[in-house]
């Protein structure tokens, strides 16, 4: 079993920065695909930024492109999400997620994922 928890949401103005964070516990998951979606009231859950946690490589919606990073922890064990030049758009509750397959087909759809942290909300004001 992996455990997930997010960390680091809040208030913050729009053209502002927020980090939110993701501990990672449990089995081995070097192998894994970790992933960062959001989800706002009456909408659904969207993809936001995936990485391979062993090689690396990252993928983002067309929507946060250029103003979002994901990185990886491998001492910490942690997956970040750097948000710069926010959007009230981006409010939503950030989810991070993890696939035990670590190939990158499906990325963005939550159903390619297995394992779900609680969850943590990311306000920006105008």
């Known amino acids: 079993q992996v455990q997930l928890v997010e960390s680091g949401g809040g208030l913050v103005q729009a053209g502002g920065s927020l980090r939110v964070s993701c501990t990672v516990s449990g089995r081995t998951f070097s192998n894994y695909l970790m992933g960062w979606f959001r989800q706002s009231p009456g909408k659904e859950r969207e993809f936001v930024a995936a990485?391979?946690?062993?090689?690396?490589?990252?993928f983002y919606a067309d929507s946060v492109k250029g103003r979002f990073t994901i990185s990886r922890d491998n001492f910490k064990n942690t997956i970040s999400l750097q948000m710069n030049s926010l959007k009230p758009e981006d409010t939503a509750v950030y989810y991070c997620?993890?696939?035990?397959?670590?190939?990158?087909?499906?990325?963005?759809?939550?159903?390619?994922?297995?394992?779900w942290g609680q969850g943590t909300q990311v306000t920006v004001s105008s």
């Open positions: 990485i391979t946690w062993s090689t690396g490589s990252t």
């Open positions: 997620a993890a696939a035990r397959w670590g190939g990158i087909v499906g990325v963005t759809s939550f159903t390619r994922y297995d394992y």
